[in-house]
């Protein structure tokens, strides 16, 4: 059996997703119908070219599912191209109630052609293609609400910015990577940057704002009173002898950490400027953070004995401390195969590799400023998909 499934995908989102993985387990074709509704002409965010390409890039995967657009009445278009079903995804009683009335109108037209509904599923019932657009305007993370270029795409489109992340080991040079793109980058366009450390930092000392105050105590609650300053601030030296020596407390840190630090991220994030913002720490690979900067991370490495002597040098600690610093972290090869396995799942992202191995200042970010130039003047349909380097 054909089957039709009609929607403007202005933009694509995770529940039409499930809608077309369902409908494909289902008939034998399904054609992923892009509507172009004359009523809303200069409504759209998106050309219905880059519609179309979207939900090119969304089904390719599917054998038995191809992407057209169209216009005028659904039935019509189903009954003259030979289409067995119409599919409609219901979110909730307002959705079923407009598409019974529809249903009505192709039964009379078309009985021919039926019209099956597919219920979305629980956890996707509360996105639409309204409130991805209205989170992304405000400056939220709709990685969970659409794919990942989608999501690229919509800040583009909607904020006029690009992320991009810097991660490496400790010692490995990635804020000098990280400030030097921003500085070069600075001379075509605005580009920001952003310290996840700092932002770790921000989140340790004493604040009046709630969610601050509230992660102090649920630390001191969970490592003892002892890691408190006598203002009240988190002594990050102490507690950091606590949770390195222990994975199960650095995990327990992170997991505490987690949800104020994306906080003052966004925080700071939606204030900056349009253009590119460079996101830099070590916590986007390891905390499986990189959905943030839509798997666009420059991964710096440099040689242990490189690190070793920057890490002695910089924070004037022996050099057995640091060594067992540098040996704690997930090596870069590891770093560098979590970011390809969530390109992979994804089916997006752009990784660089930078290898930082000496103390020169003068490491040419030439290619990969030319890429982002471009990918930020393009659209994910004329851009590069999944890339490395």
């Known amino acids: 059996m054909r089957a039709i499934y009609a929607f403007s995908g202005d933009p694509i989102t995770s529940g039409h997703i499930d809608v077309v993985c369902r409908a494909a387990t289902t008939y034998d074709e399904v054609t992923v119908a892009i509507g172009e509704n004359p009523s809303k002409q200069g409504q759209y965010l998106f050309s219905l070219q880059e519609r179309l390409c979207m939900a090119e890039k969304c089904f390719d995967r599917f054998p038995n599912v191809s992407c057209l657009s169209f216009t005028g009445l659904l039935g019509e278009y189903a009954y003259r191209n030979g289409f067995d079903v119409i599919v409609k995804g219901v979110r909730n009683n307002s959705d079923l109630e407009g598409e019974l009335v529809q249903f009505a109108v192709n039964e009379t037209l078309h009985p021919t052609v039926d019209t099956v509904f597919f219920p979305t599923r629980p956890h996707l019932s509360h996105i639409s293609s309204g409130v991805v657009k209205a989170i992304v305007a405000e400056g939220g993370d709709t990685s969970d609400y659409c794919p990942l270029f989608v999501k690229e795409e919509l800040e583009k489109k909607i904020l006029n910015k690009f ?35 700092d932002i770790g930092h921000y989140v340790l000392e004493s604040s009046s704002s709630s969610i601050y105050s509230n992660t102090g105590k649920r630390l001191a609650k969970r490592f003892g009173d002892e890691i408190l300053n006598a203002n009240g601030a988190i002594d990050r030296h102490v507690l950091g002898q606590i949770v390195f020596q222990d994975p199960i407390a650095l995990a327990s840190l992170n997991a505490i950490m987690r949800e104020p630090m994306l906080a003052r991220l966004y ?8 253009g590119v913002i460079v996101i830099e720490g070590a916590i986007l690979v390891e905390a499986k953070w990189t959905n943030l900067v839509n798997n666009n991370v420059i991964l710096v490495d440099a040689p242990e004995d490189v690190r070793l002597r920057r890490l002695v040098r910089r924070s004037g600690i022996k050099e057995a401390e640091a060594l067992t610093k540098i040996k704690r972290q997930i090596s870069a090869a590891q770093r560098r195969s979590v970011i390809k396995k969530r390109i992979e799942k994804n089916q997006w992202g752009r990784l660089w590799h ?21 990918i930020t003047s393009s659209t994910s349909c004329t851009s590069s998909d999944i890339t490395g380097h």
Do not use: Q, W
């Open 267 to 274: 925080e700071l994030t939606r204030e900056l400027p349009v």
């Open 163 to 197: 992320t991009i992340g810097v991660a490496g080991g400790i010692a490995s040079g990635k804020t000098h990577i990280a400030r030097k793109l921003v500085a070069e980058l600075g001379r075509s366009m605005t580009a920001s940057y952003v310290s996840m450390d």
């Open 354 to 374: 930078i290898d930082n191995n000496t103390d020169d200042t003068e490491i040419d970010l030439d290619s990969i400023i030319d890429e982002i130039i471009r």
